[in-house]
């Protein structure tokens, strides 16, 4: 079968005929794989900008850890989910033995595993995971608005952990997958307006007004600060930074009222000079989000059931797997908000 891999720790990915997957171990299950998103931090594994060396031993390794598929095959002593069920997979799970996942906080495992960085992903057609990862899916969604849980449970996760409540004023700097996925997850936490910002990003940022957002901010032809003025007439409760870019974190802190929670999301592969003596005197509370703790995962499969029309906006290409590196490239020049491979199409 067809698989997309990172084989050296340099820039590119291959396609590459691999053979069909090994005999399953106790615990786990073949899926057979219906759609997988490419994922910013595909890109960067992609690109291989600093921030995962901790691939590095992994490889060569298929990619891909945002997916829907149906379950092909049980290995040894696995009762759920059964044959054909349409799933989602949590990629991320915790050593199991540790003092965090003895707690059932598996998210604070230190020694996590990730389905699709450190062992083999859903670029290709057929994927083994941990039964135990698997959220089974209404079997009539689109598998394509499925393999959106991942993602649409970052966002959710970074809304949770600043804590959005009713009425709350939201800047979300950065229009890409996870800034729209958290700008989503803001309004239906409640927010009463939620600003997207971006820069030279001029794909996403009309995504943003397609998902019904009215603030919608381009840098490039106004300064954060007035956009803001002008929104919220002040500044806002929540800021949340999902660029990379170090400097977003600066722009965040400077437009929350007192008191008010940065989070940041970003993957970023140079450090951020902080202005520490106003973060302490404003009592700003600076936060990071990464993934997704394991309950967030069927509230968001609810929403996607609840509504896919409006969650299929997110979508911009559909590819084959033969064309996955045409879609690295679309989303790494940001011309693509979702690229999704469906790797049964011929
Ligand atoms: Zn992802
Ligand atoms: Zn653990």
């Not at 992994?58 to 040894?76: C, D, K, M, Y």
């Not at 989910?81 to 199991?96: F, I, K, Q, W, Y």
């Not at 996590?112 to 290709?124: E, S």
């Not at 802190?253 to 140079?270: D, E, P, Q």
């Amino acid at each position: 079968m067809l698989a997309v891999r990172k084989l050296t720790p340099s820039f590119g990915l291959s396609l590459v005929e691999v053979d069909p997957p090994r005999a399953l171990n106790a615990g786990e299950v073949l899926i057979e794989v219906d759609a997988a998103g490419i994922c910013g931090s595909d890109v960067h594994v992609y690109e291989w900008t600093p921030g995962y060396e901790f691939m590095q031993d992994s490889l060569p390794v298929t990619i891909g850890h945002e997916f829907a598929g149906r379950i092909a095959a049980l290995g040894p002593g696995v009762q759920s989910p059964t044959l054909g069920t349409a799933v989602v997979v949590a990629p991320s799970h915790g050593c199991g033995v540790c003092p965090a996942c003895h707690a059932a906080h598996e998210e604070f495992c230190a020694a996590r595993t990730t389905i699709g960085w450190v062992r083999d992903g859903a670029f290709a057609r057929l994927v083994i995971v941990p039964a135990r990862q698997c959220f089974t899916v209404p079997q009539n969604l689109d598998p394509e608005v499925a393999a959106l849980t991942e993602p649409l449970s970052v966002g959710a996760q970074a809304v949770k952990t600043g804590g959005v409540t009713l009425g709350d004023n939201v800047v979300v700097l950065g229009a890409g997958m996870i800034g729209l996925s958290i700008a989503l997850m803001a309004r239906r936490a409640g927010a009463a307006r939620v600003m997207v910002v971006g820069k030279s990003d001029e794909k996403r940022l009309s995504c943003a007004k397609d998902l019904g957002f009215k603030d919608v901010v381009d840098l490039d032809l106004q300064p954060l600060k007035d956009a803001v003025q002008k929104v919220f007439d002040g500044p806002v409760d929540v800021a949340f930074e999902a660029t990379g870019v170090p400097s977003s974190l600066t722009d965040g802190l400077s437009i929350l009222r007192r008191g008010g929670i940065l989070v940041t999301t970003g993957i970023h592969s140079k450090p951020a000079q902080l202005p520490l003596t106003t973060i302490v005197r404003g009592k700003y509370q600076i936060r990071g989000s990464h993934s997704a703790a394991r309950d967030i995962w069927p509230a968001v499969i609810r929403l996607l059931a609840s509504e896919p029309d409006s969650y299929r906006k997110l979508i911009s290409h559909r590819l084959k797997i033969q064309d996955a590196i045409t879609g690295f490239e679309l989303s790494r020049r940001r011309e693509a908000v979702k690229v999704i491979i469906v790797p049964g199409a011929q």
